[in-house]
T-cell receptor, first 115, second 114 residues
C-alpha cells in the first residue's frame, strides 16, 4: 500500500520569503503521479502543482515548484515570494494507478505567512 | 458550472440519527469520490463511482454508510445510526476518467455528532 509522510505539522514564513515543505512517499509502482493540494481555512481544496514520475524535469507553476527525487521518494514543494494568501494547509498526495485511481494524502502541513 | 457543490455545509445531529449528504459534481465528470477528513489528518478515501457504478469501497466504510449515484449525476452519502466517531469533514471530488486528471473538490460537509 502507498503511504505519504509529511514530517512538518506546522511552518511559518515571512511575506516575500521562500519556504519549502517536505513530503516523502512509499510505493512499489514505477509510474505514478504526485500532487500538492492547498486547503485554505474554510475553503475547498485546490490543486497547486502536479508531477508525473516518469518526467525527470521538476514541475513549476508560477511561484510554486517541486523538487522531485524519485530514487529517494521525496517530493518537496517550494513556495517563492510567499504571499499572505498562501496561508493554508498543504497536502502532499499520491495518485494510485489502475482501478479507482484514488488519492492517498499525507497529514498535511499548516503554513502561516506572516506580514 | 462553477465546480463541485456539497450540501449541507454543516450538519449537527444527535447520536443515533441518520444523516444524508449530497454532492453535485462538475457536469461532464464521470468519476466521483468521497473522502473523510478528521481534525489534524489528511483526507481518507471512502468510496468511488464511475458513472453510476460504485466500483470501490474503503474498509473505513462500515455497513452504516451507504452511497449512491443514480444516473451517474449527483451522489448521496448516508450514515445510519450516527456515532460520535463519525464527526468529520466529508469531502466530495470529481474528475474525468483520463490519466493524471485533476480531481476537483467541493467545500465539504462538516458533520458534528453530539
Amino acid at each position: 500500500a502507498q503511504t505519504v509522510t509529511q514530517s512538518q505539522p506546522e511552518m511559518s514564513v515571512q511575506e516575500a520569503e521562500t519556504v519549502t515543505l517536505s513530503c516523502t512517499y512509499d510505493t512499489s509502482e514505477s509510474n505514478y503521479y504526485l500532487f500538492w493540494y492547498k486547503q485554505p481555512p474554510s475553503r475547498q481544496m485546490i490543486l497547486v502543482i502536479r508531477q508525473e514520475a516518469y518526467k525527470q524535469q521538476n514541475a513549476t507553476e508560477n511561484r510554486f515548484s517541486v523538487n522531485f527525487q524519485k530514487a529517494a521518494k521525496s517530493f518537496s514543494l517550494k513556495i517563492s515570494d510567499s504571499q499572505l494568501g498562501d496561508t493554508a494547509m498543504y497536502f502532499c498526495a499520491f495518485l494510485t494507478q489502475g482501478g479507482s485511481e484514488k488519492l492517498v494524502f499525507g497529514k498535511g502541513t499548516k503554513l502561516t505567512v506572516n506580514p | 458550472d462553477t465546480g463541485v457543490s456539497q450540501n449541507p455545509r454543516h450538519k449537527i445531529t444527535k447520536r443515533g440519527q441518520n444523516v444524508t449528504f449530497r454532492c453535485d459534481p462538475i457536469s461532464e465528470h464521470n468519476r466521483l469520490y468521497w473522502y473523510r477528513q478528521t481534525l489534524g489528518q489528511g483526507p481518507e478515501f471512502l468510496t468511488y463511482f464511475q458513472n453510476e457504478a460504485q466500483l470501490e469501497k474503503s474498509r473505513l466504510l462500515s455497513d452504516r454508510f451507504s452511497a449512491e449515484r443514480p444516473k451517474g449525476s449527483f451522489s448521496t452519502l448516508e450514515i445510519q445510526r450516527t456515532e460520535q466517531g463519525d464527526s468529520a469533514m466529508y469531502l466530495c471530488a470529481s474528475s474525468l476518467r483520463t490519466l493524471n486528471t485533476e480531481a476537483f473538490f467541493g467545500q465539504g460537509t462538516r458533520l458534528t455528532v453530539v
